[in-house]
């Protein structure tokens, strides 16, 4: 029952919360992926989560954080302007990764699971970009939201590091192709845990048109050169995360990502224009409360 709330609420959420956001994916607060504690050695007569007499005790199926968050981000994807917009952590999982609901990882299911490997399908929404997010924009017309479809793979290579690829493609909407990847080196101190490591985003031409792109009607209500984008890399940077163990429930999160606008995406006159800047920065916090079930 709890689940099932929590799905809906979340389906309504990021409805909600894709109006304001840019293009692209952004930093939103969330929960960074730490090396799990060392586990407490046990006596040998006693085989470890049992007391002498009693059966392993069983780990929750269902755990689902919430709490409010704030982040600091450009006002649409290649912005100079930023804004402040409050954003929820909403994040449920089933067994760990088996399935999970977020508001910053959208929706997926882990099909493969095998020595550090996982893979399997993905839904996103992105928010796409409102005129009237900028004055900048004017002329421009709108890129409606688009929810993006594919598949993502993953590889922890130690408890201190892994990489992941994800493919997606807007399901009408942008009705472009994007590759994000990404890798983590991580490390704990105390009930703290960190993680670093470099991001880079490709786009192919439709997407990028859509949102770096300047068609003719654009050009003359506008007043931007026309600019018609193709395949490319579109940005490189790099992400970096925190996250307190306040108590076993309570977490308190930090995040700070940077990512610069390079290739087709950097060259764009939106980009390049009097409201535009290629680096884009993106600070966020949050507290969150873990329930378990």
Do not use: C
């Not at 506008?222 to 940005?235: H, K, L, M, Q, W």
């Amino acid at each position: 029952m709890i689940a099932r709330l929590a799905i809906r609420a979340l389906g309504g959420v990021l409805v909600a919360l894709s109006l304001p956001m840019g293009g692209a994916a952004l930093a939103q607060p969330t929960l960074p992926e730490v090396p799990p504690d060392d586990p407490p050695a046990a006596p040998p007569e006693t085989a470890p989560g049992t007391t002498p007499g009693t059966a392993p005790s069983a780990s929750p199926n269902w755990a689902l954080h919430l709490g409010p968050g704030v982040v600091w981000k450009p006002k649409f994807d290649g912005a100079r302007e930023r804004s402040v917009v409050p954003i929820p952590v909403i994040d449920l999982r089933y067994k760990q990764d088996l399935f999970f609901v977020s508001v910053r990882e959208g929706v997926g299911s882990t099909l493969l699971n095998f020595q550090g490997f996982r893979a399997g399908p993905i839904l996103r929404l992105n928010g796409g970009r409102g005129e009237g997010a900028s004055a900048h924009l004017r002329g421009l017309g709108g890129v409606p939201l688009t929810v993006e479809g594919g598949a993502f793979a993953k590889y922890d290579f130690s408890r201190y590091g892994g990489a992941r690829i994800e493919i997606r493609r807007g399901l009408g909407g942008h009705n472009g192709w994007l590759v994000d990847i990404g890798a983590d080196a991580r490390a704990r101190l105390g009930a703290v845990g960190f993680s670093v490591g470099p991001r880079m985003s490709i786009a192919d031409g439709g997407y990028n048109r859509a949102f770096y792109g300047v068609d003719e009607a654009q050009s003359a209500r506008s007043g931007y050169a026309r600019y018609e984008p193709g395949f490319g890399v579109r940005s490189v940077g790099a992400s970096a995360g925190a996250l307190w163990h306040v108590t076993d429930s309570v977490s308190a999160i930090g995040i700070l990502s940077y990512g610069r606008l390079v290739g087709p995406a950097g060259e764009s006159p939106i980009v390049n224009g009097p409201g535009g800047r290629r680096d884009q920065v993106t600070i966020g916090s949050a507290v969150t409360y873990r329930f378990a079930w």
